[in-house]
């Protein structure tokens, strides 16, 4: 079967730096893909490409067989592409439940609808009791589930979520990894930027990692750990290579 995303060449230049370089990776229908990499791989730059929000120097994107790449942001939302931030942009004085009826209002445009099926999503992630709570008010757990009830309130077939589970404490990763696992449940397709091995390890079905502006590898989680490539672009060289 076609992959739902597929990424071929991809590059991209801020002046003169390469922050993407010829970037490739596959994201199967129904998949958790997992994309790793050493700070400033260019990561969050590969989504912010995926999602419309950088144009790219070069390469191309097909989402559902059709071509993204350049297209605008709101058109690659409407095709289903839905995202967090890895700063979350939680809207400090609106309520939860208002932050998620403006995720809605992309696929309902009546207020009310926008509402009903923002309520829904609020259920879904856990966050329903704190549906008049102000977005500042919030925990950092919180913040990054009403992130991803926010971009799931766009009905996306594709969301892609940049470190999600960064700065929560044990309890609240499994409590994050178990939504994963119901959001998969609905045949949403996931990428996920996670610096945590062990978290994507037991989740993941596919690990690509990144270093450099370049895919170093595509494979599975556990091969991932293993392969020497990898482990050098986390640690650099072997001591005797360097010297
Ligand atoms: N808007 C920008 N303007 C200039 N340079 C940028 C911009 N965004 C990213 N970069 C540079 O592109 C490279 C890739 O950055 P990116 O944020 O994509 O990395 P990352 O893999 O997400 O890293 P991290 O794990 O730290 O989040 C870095 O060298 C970064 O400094
Ligand atoms: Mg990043």
Redesign the pocket.
């Known amino acids: 079967m076609t992959p739902l995303l597929e990424v071929r060449g991809l590059s991209k230049r ?2 003169s ?1 390469r ?1 993407l370089d010829g970037v490739d990776f596959d994201a199967a229908q129904g998949e958790l893909t997992g994309l790793i ?10 989504f ?1 490409c995926i999602a419309g929000a ?1 144009r790219p120097s070069g390469g191309s994107i097909r989402f559902a067989s059709q071509e993204i790449a350049g297209l605008a942001y709101h058109r690659v939302a409407r095709l289903g592409v839905g995202r967090t931030y ?1 700063i979350v942009q939680t809207f400090a004085d609106m309520t939860v439940l208002e932050s998620v009826t403006t995720g809605a209002l992309l696929r309902h445009p009546r207020v009310a609808d926008a509402r009903a099926h923002a309520e829904e999503l609020l259920a879904f992630t856990g966050l329903a009791a704190k549906r008049d709570r102000l977005g500042r008010m919030l925990t950092i757990a919180d913040k990054k589930r009403l992130e991803v009830a926010r971009a799931l309130a766009t009905e996306p077939k594709l969301l892609l979520l ?2 999600v589970m960064a700065g929560l404490t044990p309890a609240e990763c499994r409590d994050a990894v178990a939504l994963l696992r119901r959001i998969l449940e609905r045949g949403v397709t996931v990428v996920m ?1 996670e ?1 945590v091995m062990e978290v994507l390890m037991p989740i993941a079905h596919h690990v690509v990692v ?1 270093a450099a ?1 370049k895919t170093i590898f595509s494979g599975a989680p556990a091969e991932a750990v293993r392969d020497p490539g990898v482990v050098a672009a986390y640690l650099g060289p072997p001591l005797e290579a360097a010297s």
């Open positions: 801020f002046g730096v922050a990499g050493p700070n400033g791989a260019g990561k969050s730059t590969a912010g950088m890895q940049d470190e930027v610096h990144i502006g």
